[in-house]
């Protein structure tokens, strides 16, 4: 498969150029109008069938060849993060307060070059579908896809995703089967007292005595109710209350990020955290409201559709860059909720180790995606597509 890649390489620098202009314009979740756009442009150029809108600025482009009744899909997200840009690189954002920080701009990029390669030399029998999807960061956009009709006017039997990952070398492939990423779920706590003078305390109820002993409380969840072989997290990421050294609040409010890698535990994290909010409050003589908001499912990749993705990336990269059944990460994807519809596989490419820049973590003002992926990353949804449709079900 070099040639293939080799191939790839030789005609890359559009592509780059493409990312980069991707980066220096990014928009926030359902306002991907610039880039949606730019890729339906490219696409039809191409030859593709295009249907703009699904889930309000997602496209999805489709390419038929031959007889064949099969169909496959390809994801892609395209949303920006509202983050501070500060990589240093000369295509920076030009948008103040927005950037791209996880890298969508490289995963469109490396559809798109990987989209046009096959509509050159398009050497297979099917009915391809590639899907960019607006609002992974949060926004839900493949929810809204599919509610939108996804899967019904363009079905897939198998779908795949792929994600770079900082802390991996570049280009290489990682795969796991199974629970691959977890769910993640968002709860704010409300704490209501009894506000008073900071000098007769014995006159309030004090929601910040409460908050600071339900924090401490809530780190029992996990330590001392899930399981240790299972995977969960428990997160209080801000605390408000008060506004005077001398004057005790009437409420606290606390925040907090909840995931696990199993539905049951997921499960389990919700009865426990809302009985401890409701017999933490009760002895402090507060009172103690939880309003939980479900996001992303836990995402699982099915085992044959892994096993298939896995065989691509050791043709096309061979057995030293391919790490067949890497950790599973408590991370969230809403590629997730496409899994739970329709079999396939979500894998990563690495953006960079060591000291290199592709290093910097995803969701920091540093980070660049890593130009030197869009020929591996695209290489490989071009083998993927080809040995699909090749194969015998």
């Not at 297979?124 to 509610?147: C, K, N, S, V, Y």
């Not at 892994?306 to 057995?319: H, I, K, P, S, Y």
């Amino acid at each position: 498969m070099s040639y293939l890649r080799e191939a790839l390489t030789a005609r890359v620098g559009e592509f780059i150029q493409l990312r980069r202009d991707i980066h220096r314009h990014p928009e926030l979740a359902f306002e991907e109008h610039r880039t949606s756009e730019l890729v339906a442009s490219k696409l039809e150029a191409w030859g593709y069938a295009v249907h703009r809108g699904l889930g309000g600025t997602g496209v999805v482009g489709t390419l038929k060849r031959g007889t064949s009744t099969r169909t496959l899909g390809l994801r892609a997200d395209m949303d920006a993060l509202p983050i501070q840009e500060d990589s240093g690189a000369e295509w920076a954002s030009t948008k103040l307060g927005l950037m791209h920080a996880c890298g969508h701009d490289g995963h469109t990029a490396m559809l798109l070059a990987a989209a046009h390669e096959l509509a050159r030399n398009a050497d297979f029998d099917g009915t391809l579908h590639l899907i960019f999807q607006p609002a992974e960061e949060g926004g839900g956009g493949a929810l809204r896809m599919m509610q939108d009709g996804l899967f019904e006017l363009f079905p897939c039997e198998a779908i795949f995703a792929m994600h770079n990952m900082p802390g991996v070398p570049t280009g290489h492939l990682v795969f796991r089967e199974g629970a691959a990423m977890a769910s993640s779920d968002y709860v704010s706590i409300r704490l209501e007292g009894t506000g008073g003078h900071g000098a007769m305390p014995h006159r309030a109820a004090d929601p910040i005595v409460a908050a600071a002993s339900l924090v401490m409380a809530l780190q029992t969840v996990v330590s001392r109710n899930v399981d240790p072989l299972h995977t969960a997290v428990v997160t209080v990421g801000s605390v408000h209350s008060g506004k005077a050294n001398n004057v005790i609040p009437a409420s606290a409010q606390l925040e907090l990020s909840v995931r696990a890698l199993d539905p049951a535990v997921r499960r389990l994290l919700e009865q426990r955290i809302k009985s401890l909010v409701a017999l933490q409050a009760e002895s402090f003589g507060v009172k103690g409201h939880v309003d939980w908001r479900e996001g992303y499912c836990v995402l699982v990749n099915t085992v044959e559709e892994t096993n298939f993705a896995r065989e691509v990336g050791l043709e096309l990269v061979g057995a030293d860059k391919v790490i067949a059944n890497g950790p599973p990460l408590t991370g969230s994807e809403d590629f997730a909720f496409m899994l739970e519809k329709i079999p396939g596989s979500y894998l990563l490419i690495g953006n960079g180790d060591g000291d290199s820049a592709g290093a910097c973590m995803v969701h920091n003002p540093g980070y660049d995606f890593n130009d030197d992926n869009i020929a591996t990353g695209s290489a490989y949804w071009v083998h993927l597509v080809q040995k699909y449709f090749s194969k015998t079900i």
